[in-house]
Every structure is written in C-alpha cells, then in structure tokens.
C-alpha cells in the first residue's frame, strides 16, 4: 500500500518539476538517538526515491531551546524547503511543544501545529499528522467501510489517538476512544468492526478482545522483554480471530513515512508558481 501511495506522488512530483518546483523536506534530529537516526535515514531513502529533495540538519543532545528554535525559523524561511519535521523525542531538558508549534503553518508536514489539528475538529483536513492518515489510507485501499461501523481506538494522544478519531468520525463511524486507565478495556473493543491501538503497549491487545471478522491496525512500536520489536497486538493469536490484522514490523510504520512524503508534496504545490 506504501509503495502504491508513492507510485501515484510521481507524477506530482514530475508536475511540479515543469514548473520548476522541486519538492523539499527538512529533518531537524537533535541529540543521536539509534532509533530516531534509523527512521530518519528511512525517511530520507523514500524521500530521493520518490524525486524529493531532503536533507538532515543534526544537532547536538546538548543543544538549547534557542539553538533549535533558530534551526526551525532558518528552515521557515528556505524557499527550497516545503516540508520540515523535528524529529521526536527531543531532548527532556527543552519545551518541545515551543519548537513543534514555531513551524510554519504551511510547512507543517506532520501535523502537529494546532491549526492543522483544530482544522480536522470541523472535517477540514490540511496538512494532518502522517500516522493517523496513513491509517485512513490503509483502511481505505483495503476496501474497509466505515460509514455505520463501531471504531474503537487505544490511545488518547495528540499524535495519533485523537486525530485519528476525529477523522473517523469524519468517515460516518461511531468511535469510542479508549486509553490505559478505561476500566475493563475488553468490554469496549470486543464490539469494535474496527479496532485500532495506539497505546505503546507490549501485546495489550489478545485475541480474547477482538470481535471475530474485526479489521485491527496495530500503531504500537515496543520492545518485549527479550528486546524483540513488537506491537500492541498479539499478531500471531489475533490474526486467527480478525478478519484481517496489520503487523508490527512493516505495517503501518512505511504507511506513516509514505504520507509524510505525500504532505510534503501537498504543501510543494499549494506555494509553487503558476504557469
């Protein structure tokens, strides 16, 4: 599905190449966390595969609120770049909301402005956080129906949680949001026709709290106790209860990369001159 999505950005981006418009995005990694390096290194290969332009600006952990702060305004201010993300997590010792919120409006390829996540509120989607589109997307081209349907997602977070239930709404489901301390958390996801988690959770969901014939998204990225990456989903038990499961790795990790990349086309076209 990833590779379909960016297949069909092709031609979008070679559009934007006759008017002179190369699409660029820019990652802002601060401090050299392994996993943060290792999905940004994946963000920048799918970048040049699709005909983007990206490019890494590193700076160090020990980097101020003030240094970062002045990388974001000189990234605002590029007129090659279209798209910037501050990779997260950023350092404990910063005001991480501060640096998200100083991204432009129009260069905010992961959504995260309040802008672009109050528009969703009123069913006006601009540019909005890549997980929760790309779980739309995945649901969508695997001819999943929504409209009538009960979604039940995990997770209350600004990233996922809730934007993705505002965009489920959006589609005509009914939707129960659901988080770590929702007393008797099986009692609420036995009846979702769609099940999504996003709770960060080993395992939390068993196949005993899957409605047979359910479609279940798995967001989660953990570690089990043997440092195996694994999702929020028993995958192997669940998978001979849903009607159909998504997997942790390789699920909807490259959805998320493929929408970034597809945000960062979007906000390319609404500058680019006319011709």
């Known amino acids: 599905m990833a590779g379909e999505v960016l297949s069909a950005l092709r031609p979008r981006v070679e559009g934007l190449a006759a008017r002179g418009v190369q699409p660029g995005l820019a990652t802002v990694l601060?401090?050299?966390?392994?996993?943060?390096?290792?999905?940004?290194?994946n963000k920048?290969?799918?970048?040049?595969?699709?005909?983007?332009h990206a490019?890494?600006?590193?700076?160090?952990?020990?980097?101020?609120?003030?240094?970062?702060?002045?990388?974001?305004?000189?990234?605002?201010?590029?007129?090659?770049?279209?798209?910037?993300?501050?990779?997260?997590p950023l350092p404990r010792a910063v005001n991480a909301e501060r640096i998200l919120q100083s991204v432009v409006l129009s260069k905010d390829v992961d959504g995260f402005n309040w802008a672009n996540l109050g528009a969703l509120v009123d069913g006006h989607v601009q540019l909005a956080p890549c997980t929760p589109l790309g779980v739309m997307k995945m649901l969508e081209r695997a001819g999943v129906r929504l409209e009538?349907?009960?979604?039940v997602v995990i997770g209350?977070?600004?990233i996922v949680g809730k934007p993705l239930a505002l965009m489920l709404i959006a589609s005509g489901a009914t939707v129960t949001v659901c988080n770590s301390k929702t007393p008797d958390l099986a009692l609420h996801s036995r009846t979702a026709d769609v099940l999504v988690s996003a709770a960060g959770r080993a395992r939390l969901v068993t196949a005993d709290m899957v409605k047979p014939g359910a479609v279940v998204i798995d967001v989660g990225i953990n570690r089990d106790?043997?440092?195996?990456?694994?999702?929020?989903?028993?995958?192997?038990?669940?998978?001979?209860?849903?009607?159909?499961?998504?997997?942790?790795?390789?699920?909807?990790?490259?959805?998320?990369?493929?929408?970034?990349?597809?945000?960062?086309?979007l906000a390319a076209e609404k500058t680019a001159p006319t011709r």
């Open 55 to 88: 490019e890494l600006h590193e700076l160090p952990a020990a980097a101020g609120e003030e240094e970062i702060l002045a990388k974001v305004a000189e990234l605002n201010a590029s007129a090659t770049v279209h798209g910037i993300i501050v990779q997260l």
């Open 148 to 151: 009538g349907q009960h979604a």
């Open 225 to 265: 106790a043997a440092g195996k990456l694994v999702g929020d989903v028993d995958y192997e038990a669940v998978r001979e209860v849903a009607g159909a499961v998504s997997p942790v790795p390789g699920g909807v990790g490259r959805m998320t990369v493929a929408m970034l990349v597809a945000n960062t086309v």
């Open 156 to 158: 209350r977070s600004s």
């Open 30 to 41: 601060v401090g050299d966390n392994p996993a943060s390096r290792a999905y940004v290194r």
């Open 44 to 52: 920048l290969r799918t970048c040049a595969e699709t005909g983007l």
